[in-house]
């Protein structure tokens, strides 16, 4: 059996649309015999259930997670338990041993479970465990829909869900969503429309000067055939991967930009809200 878990420096990452890394682990016998850390090559949401499926994951551990992504789980008959936080390496010792509970998309305040299945061991994860909303308003922890287009200063479209013909579907006021976002949305009404500007703190974050730094050429693989504007995964000194994005390129040596590609912008989203999923 093979169980990913979302993962960012030791944790369960709580985003799962916004993944960057999973942590793979092998299972024969109900223990873990090995693991790694893969990258999720900036594949998002429902894309993500494609990228576990095709590494052969059975069972994904995650925090937060929309019903459009455990929709696409489903599909790719991958069990889910969401709503797990800590150590991912605790995390699934206690997965194995049946003491997980899930959420699901929909957990709402009414404490209804929702099991997630059966393992090999004849164990299941149980029933509904509850994260409080960051912000009060009256869609705070509700699975809202959607739709959006996100544009910069200049007018250029950056994302839309028009575009891809589906809307957006997350919990509200639950960090899965970037603040601005939420904070816009917590408070409509189905059918109602807003536009926001977000300055960068209620975005993606200022851009972080110590997160661009030079490295030799010599010292990444196939450094020779990379140019700038790639961006690829680097490996930090404890071993896990980041992705960076190449600069500059001198003779010898690459300039990387380690941040987030939207940290630093300021952005603005013209937001419908669908539907609020009861």
């Excluded at 008959?77 to 194995?96: M, R």
């Excluded at 959420?103 to 465990?129: F, K, L, S, V």
């Excluded at 408070?187 to 974050?205: F, T």
């Amino acid at each position: 059996m093979r169980i990913a878990v979302t993962y960012n420096n030791g944790e369960v990452f709580q985003h799962f649309g916004h993944s960057e890394y999973f942590k793979v682990y092998e299972v024969e016998d109900g223990r873990v015999v090995s693991s790694e850390v893969v990258g999720s090559d900036g594949q998002g949401h429902g894309a993500l259930a494609g990228l576990l499926a095709g590494k052969g994951i059975d069972v994904l551990i995650c925090g937060g997670i929309g019903g459009g992504a455990v929709n696409a789980l489903t599909s790719a008959g991958i069990e889910l338990c969401a709503g797990q936080s800590g150590n991912t390496d605790e995390v699934v010792e206690k997965y194995l041993k049946g003491e997980l509970e899930n959420t699901g998309a929909n957990c709402d305040h009414h404490g209804e479970g929702h099991e997630c299945g059966h393992h090999e061991d004849g164990h299941d994860c149980g029933g509904c465990h509850h994260q409080e909303p960051l912000f009060e308003g009256k869609n705070a922890g509700k699975t809202v829909k959607t739709h959006y287009t996100g544009t910069f200063n200049d007018g250029t479209v950056f994302d839309s869900s028009y575009d891809r013909g589906e809307p957006l579907e997350f919990v509200c006021a639950m960090g899965m969503m970037i603040p601005g976002f939420d904070k816009a949305v917590v408070d409509m009404e189905v059918g109602d429309k807003v536009h926001v500007h977000l300055m960068p703190e209620e975005a993606y974050g200022p851009s972080n000067p110590n997160a661009i730094f030079d490295a030799p050429i010599s010292a990444i693989r196939r450094g020779e055939d990379l140019e700038v504007g790639m961006r690829i995964y680097l490996q930090a000194p404890n071993g896990q991967p980041f992705p960076a994005t190449i600069v500059k390129k001198t003779e010898d040596t690459f300039t990387f930009d380690a941040n987030h590609e939207m940290a630093g912008k300021e952005l603005n989203f013209d937001i419908e809200l669908v539907e609020v999923v009861e």
